[in-house]
C-alpha cells in the first residue's frame, strides 16, 4: 500500500513538469466467469518508444499486479498470479494491455494503471464478472408417509439469484424454501426446495432470475410416473445384469472343458509317443 503511494507520489509531481494523459478506450469491462478479458490503458509513444523511459504500473485493491520498470517487468509479481499477465509486446503501439485467463469472481473490481513516459498520468478500469447459472441439478423425492413431493432444484452462479417456482402459470415460489452458500470460488450455491402435493405428469418449473438484468435460466420438472416403475426398472437392470453373469458362466465353463479335454488329448499323444 505505501509503495502504491509513494509511486503515485513521485509519478504525479512528474505530472506537474509535463502534459501527459493516459487513456481507457473502455472504463467498463464486463465478462464471463471462466472467459479471458484483456483490459487496455493508451499512452501517447510519439515517434519510437524508449522502453527504458517507460514505467507501467497496475495495481488492484491496494496489491501491484504488474511492474514493469527501466524496461523489466518485474517477474515475482507475475509469478504469483499465473493468469495474469502484461502483454509487453504491445507497448511500442503505446499499449498497455492486462489480460486475465480463465477469470474468476475475485477478479472483479477496480483496476488502475499507472504509466510514467517523460511525464505521468493514471486511470482506473472496473472488471465485473457474472457466472451465469447454467447447470440446474434437480431431484424428486416423494415423502412415503404424506405423499408430498419434495422437489429440488440446485445451481452455481454469481451474482445471487432468485428462484421462481411455476406450475401452470401459478408462481409457487411462497413454498419454498431456499439455502444460499458461498464456495471457494466466491460463486453462490443456491439450493431451492418446494413441497407439494402433486399428481404423476404434473409439471414445475425453477426460474434461476439474475437481479441485475431479470434474464431467466429455468428448469422443467415433471412428476415421473410413481416409484412403483422406477423400482421395477432397477429389478429389470438387476435382472439383465444377473442374465449378463449366468451367461459369463457358462462360457467359462465351456471354454474351461474344452481346454481341459485338449489337455488329455495332449496327454494321450505325449504318453503314446
Ligand atoms: C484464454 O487464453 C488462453 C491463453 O491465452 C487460451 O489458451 C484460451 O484458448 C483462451 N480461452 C478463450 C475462451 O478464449
Ligand atoms: C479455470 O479455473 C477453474 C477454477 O479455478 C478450474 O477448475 C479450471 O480447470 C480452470 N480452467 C482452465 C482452462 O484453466
Ligand atoms: C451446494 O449446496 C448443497 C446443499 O447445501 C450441497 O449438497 C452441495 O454439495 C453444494 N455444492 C457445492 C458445489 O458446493
Ligand atoms: C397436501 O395435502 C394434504 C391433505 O389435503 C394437506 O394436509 C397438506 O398440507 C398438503 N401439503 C402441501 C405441501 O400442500
Ligand atoms: C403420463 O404421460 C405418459 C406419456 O405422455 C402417458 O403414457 C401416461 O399415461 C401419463 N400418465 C398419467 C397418469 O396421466
Ligand atoms: C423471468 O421470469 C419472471 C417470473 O416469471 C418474469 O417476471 C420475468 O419477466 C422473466 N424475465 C425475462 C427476461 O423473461
Not at 501517447?44 to 495495481?59: F, M, Q, S
Not at 426398472?233 to 474344452?258: C, D, E, H, N, P
Amino acid at each position: 500500500m505505501i509503495w502504491i503511494l509513494l509511486v503515485l507520489a513521485f509519478m504525479f509531481s512528474w505530472h506537474l513538469l509535463n502534459a501527459f494523459s493516459v487513456s481507457v478506450p473502455k472504463e467498463k469491462y464486463k465478462t464471463h466467469y471462466g472467459s479471458n478479458v484483456t483490459m487496455e490503458c493508451t499512452f501517447p509513444v510519439g515517434e519510437k518508444l524508449d522502453l527504458n523511459a517507460l514505467t507501467v504500473y497496475w495495481d488492484k485493491e491496494g496489491k501491484f499486479l504488474v511492474k514493469f520498470v527501466d524496461g523489466e517487468e518485474d517477474l515475482k509479481i507475475q509469478k504469483s498470479n499465473s493468469r495474469l499477465r502484461h502483454l509487453n509486446d504491445q507497448l511500442y503501439k503505446g499499449k498497455s494491455l492486462l489480460h486475465i485467463t480463465n477469470v474468476t469472481v475475485k477478479d472483479a473490481g477496480a483496476y488502475r494503471c499507472i504509466i510514467g513516459y517523460g511525464g505521468a498520468d493514471y486511470k482506473w478500469i472496473t472488471l465485473t464478472v457474472n457466472a451465469p447459472y447454467n447447470k440446474i441439478n434437480q431431484r424428486i423425492k416423494m415423502d412415503p408417509v404424506t405423499s408430498e413431493y419434495e422437489i429440488t432444484c440446485q445451481s452455481e452462479g454469481y451474482p445471487k439469484a432468485e428462484v421462481i417456482w411455476k406450475s401452470r402459470d401459478q408462481d409457487l415460489s411462497s413454498k419454498a424454501t431456499v439455502t444460499y452458500s458461498v464456495g471457494t470460488e466466491k460463486l453462490f450455491n443456491i439450493t431451492s426446495t418446494l413441497r407439494v402435493n402433486a399428481t404423476v405428469n404434473e409439471s414445475f418449473q425453477c426460474l434461476f432470475q439474475e437481479r441485475d438484468t431479470g434474464k431467466n435460466i429455468s428448469a422443467q420438472i415433471v412428476i415421473p410416473d410413481n416409484y412403483a416403475s422406477t423400482k421395477t426398472a432397477s429389478r429389470t437392470y438387476f435382472g439383465t445384469l444377473g442374465a449378463v453373469i449366468f451367461l459369463g458362466l457358462i462360457l467359462m465353463l465351456q471354454s474351461f472343458r474344452k481346454k481341459h479335454v485338449r489337455m488329455i488329448a495332449k496327454e494321450k499323444n505325449y504318453l503314446s509317443t
